[in-house]
């Protein structure tokens, strides 16, 4: 994953202080029992964890300084993750903040917008969630039905949106609501940035196989949102919820999967599977299928300035790394690791959802037969 750039004193340097900063830093806690943390240290773990990359200077490494970012390039930023995933650093709370939101904002936010959130996404200070799906939407997103109605200086949003993550931990949330019932489908959607912490905000925990609730079903009862909070056109909604979803499905994600899979690949290696030479072979294979997964980062690295080729490579990036974890998850969990095994199981359960969120694999494959083979719908 390098360029003629990467070989320059600068990008070494980098990479230099980032191995030390984050072999100084990533909490032994999180590093040697991650699997046996219960939710509450886990995520305080994890909130504490964004505002140590913001004071260490690694938080938004590739976004611009204007807005409180590093202004370094996205391979530094797969640099960093690499390292990150090699010492098996934890994945923020602020993850929507840092790859939906901002990115979002950095392209159709106001300046005003921009000015008002950026900095506390940055900083960790506050956490984002995502209101998309619904009891009744889900792959088919164009359908949401919670709806939004004029009110003096802003808007009223009633309905309830379901699988949101974060939410428990959430100050605001990317709202997707409909405020045209008589408008044609994807114009009658608008996007809103939404104060999470209003009493007219409910959130219910939903718990998973794991035993953990990451997700929420959240209902909004005439939760208000200020015009200023309106992020693109009234009834603009869906052009934004595609660059959100563009972010989603693309290349930041996919370097951060990328990076818990390489994590649980060296881990099979150095730990659960060495010593026995024929399970290594096994973790070989995964080992090579892990560079592969690499080298679809690279690749979506190189065209994510062309929108057709950037959706593309994303989709097949999705589809790849979350049917790619499941096997590695599934063969960790028929080993007998006893230093290893609730990290197995939690993540052989947590790998369960990565082929229904950002898009199903059915989905991804739809994308892939229509925009990459040109079938017929
Ligand atoms: C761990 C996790 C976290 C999530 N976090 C969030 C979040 O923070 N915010 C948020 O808004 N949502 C979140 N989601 C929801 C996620 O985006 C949806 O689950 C996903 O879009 C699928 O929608 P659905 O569950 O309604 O399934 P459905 O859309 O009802 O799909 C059911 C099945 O039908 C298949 N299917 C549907 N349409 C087609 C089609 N056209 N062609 C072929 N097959 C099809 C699907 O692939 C799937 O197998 C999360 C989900 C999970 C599992």
Redesign the pocket.
């Known amino acids: 994953m390098t360029d003629s750039s990467h070989s320059t004193a600068a990008a070494q340097d980098f990479r230099d202080r980032a191995a030390v900063w984050l072999r100084d830093n990533v909490p032994a806690e999180w590093r040697e029992h991650r699997g046996a943390l219960n939710e509450d240290d886990e995520s305080r773990i994890r909130s504490e964890w964004d505002r140590t990359l913001f004071r260490g200077g690694f938080a938004g490494i590739s976004l611009p300084t204007e807005y409180g970012g590093q202004g370094r390039t996205m391979e530094d930023e797969i640099v960093f993750f690499e390292l990150a995933a090699r010492m098996q650093a934890p994945d923020g709370l602020g993850r929507?903040g840092k790859i939906l939101t901002a990115p979002t904002l950095i392209t159709l936010g106001t300046d005003e917008q921009k000015a008002k959130y950026l900095p506390s996404i940055l900083s960790g200070e506050e956490v984002w969630?995502?209101?998309?799906?619904e009891p009744g939407?889900?792959?088919?997103?164009a359908s949401v039905a919670t709806r939004a109605t004029r009110t003096e200086g802003g808007w009223l949003i009633r309905g309830t949106?379901?699988?949101?993550?974060?939410?428990r931990h959430a100050h605001r949330c990317l709202m997707l609501a409909k405020t045209d019932p008589d408008g044609s489908r994807y114009h009658n959607l608008t996007f809103f940035l939404l104060d999470m912490q209003q009493p007219t905000v409910r959130v219910e925990p939903i718990r998973?196989i794991s035993d953990s609730s990451?997700?929420s079903e959240t209902h909004y009862e005439d939760t208000f949102v200020p015009d200023s909070d309106v992020l693109g056109e009234v009834n603009g909604g869906w052009r934004v919820a595609m660059t959100v979803l563009g972010n989603e499905r693309g290349l930041i994600e996919g370097i951060v999967r990328y990076v818990e899979i390489r994590a649980d690949v060296d881990l099979l290696q150095t730990c659960c599977c060495a010593g026995d030479p024929g399970l290594l072979r096994v973790v070989s294979k995964l080992d090579a299928r892990a560079e592969v997964l690499r080298w679809q980062v690279a690749k979506a690295v190189a065209v994510r300035d062309d929108e057709r080729e950037g959706w593309r490579a994303a989709s097949v990036l999705k589809a790849w790394w979350s049917e790619f974890w499941q096997e590695v998850t599934n063969f960790a969990s028929t080993l007998d690791c006893p230093e290893h095994r609730q990290h197995w199981r939690h993540q052989y359960l947590e790998s369960r959802?990565a082929t229904?969120?950002?898009?199903?694999?059915?989905?991804q494959r739809?994308v892939m037969a229509e925009r990459i083979l040109g079938l017929p719908k």
Request: charged share 10%; glycine share 10%; aromatic share 16%.
């Open positions: 929507i969630c995502q209101g998309f799906s939407a889900g792959s088919d997103l949106k379901t699988w949101t993550s974060f939410s998973q990451h997700f959802s229904i969120y950002s898009g199903t694999s059915e989905i739809n």
